[in-house]
């Protein structure tokens, strides 16, 4: 029990915390008499008991995560306090410069990755890009290009992404390909649906397809203690079909991942490491100060 104060007269309420939306109690949230340092937190149950002076009738309850409420209380002992999430959003791909380490399993073993997020002043959306290229020094090329515009609408628990991007892929003197897609990325608490559209352009010897489709897939966002992502999709042409699957995880500022891309006979498991930074400009250093 956190420390109070004596009031000559008093009356005990209890009671229950829980999520609002869906009623499943919350242990360990804080309930103050408001002016006050009474306070007791709820229990594995969501559960509390507390005395208030006569002359106050305000609690506070308040729990990381979720909106504090100031809860008026009156001739009824027993109470049920619902909480609301907080929707304040925390971005952690803001600003950032990475390099990586790429090594391709199957057929590309040399390789790096460079992102850069552009500059965000205004608190816009962010313009995030990427360039990977592996290679075997040799005959074999995978080159991938990214541009993508994050957090293009933003609610409570709801924010969506525009991704673009190109590849470009030589193997053997038996496969060249170039493709093009734009996707739609709706990410709901986690997990996102992905919708897009390709092109794809591909010569091998035994096949030519220049050809248009579509691209759907999946991602997840795991959070403590995890701090990864998962995430796989497909694009579907004519007499053709891509696929493209990653998990990558983060530890601070360091980042691993695991990638595999398949387009018809080709294919490919690629593994990395690599370090994300945030960069400040000076006003945006004095900002944060502030």
């Not at 229990?43 to 006569?54: E, L």
């Not at 490919?268 to 900002?287: D, M, P």
Request: proline share 3%; hydrophobic share 35%.
């Amino acid at each position: 029990m956190i420390t109070g104060i004596t009031f000559s007269q008093s009356k005990e309420y209890y009671g229950t915390v829980k999520v609002k939306s869906d009623k499943t109690p919350i242990p360990g949230a804080i309930v103050l008499v408001k002016g006050t340092k009474i306070g007791v937190q709820t229990d594995f149950d969501g559960n509390f008991k507390i005395t208030v002076p006569d002359s106050l009738n305000i609690l506070t309850i308040s729990y990381l995560g979720f909106q504090t409420v100031n809860y008026k209380i009156g001739a009824e002992r027993k109470l049920e306090i619902l909480l609301k999430e907080d929707c304040t959003i925390h971005w952690f791909d803001k600003q950032h410069i990475g390099f990586y380490l790429n090594s391709g399993v199957v057929n590309n073993p040399l390789g790096g990755q460079f992102i850069f997020t552009f500059p965000d002043f205004f608190n816009l959306p962010t313009l995030k890009s990427e360039i990977s290229y592996q290679t075997n020094l040799r005959d074999n090329r995978f080159l991938n290009v990214h541009l993508n515009l994050h957090h293009l609408f933003v609610s409570c628990g709801f924010n969506a992404d525009i991704n673009t991007s190109y590849r470009n892929l030589d193997f053997n003197n038996n496969i060249d390909l170039s493709a093009y897609s734009i996707e739609a990325s709706l990410n709901f608490h986690g997990i996102s649906t992905i919708v897009g559209f390709s092109s794809i352009d591909f010569m091998s010897t035994e096949k030519i397809i220049d050809s248009y489709g579509v691209t759907l897939g999946l991602k997840a966002w795991i959070g403590p203690p995890f701090y990864m992502s998962v995430s796989a999709k497909t694009s579907v042409y004519k007499n053709l079909s891509e696929y493209h699957a990653e998990i990558k995880r983060q530890y601070r500022n360091i980042y691993g991942f695991m990638k595999y891309y398949k387009v018809n006979d080709f294919n490919e498991l690629s593994i990395g490491i690599g370090i994300e930074v945030t960069y400040l400009f000076k006003r945006q250093r004095e900002e944060r100060r502030n």
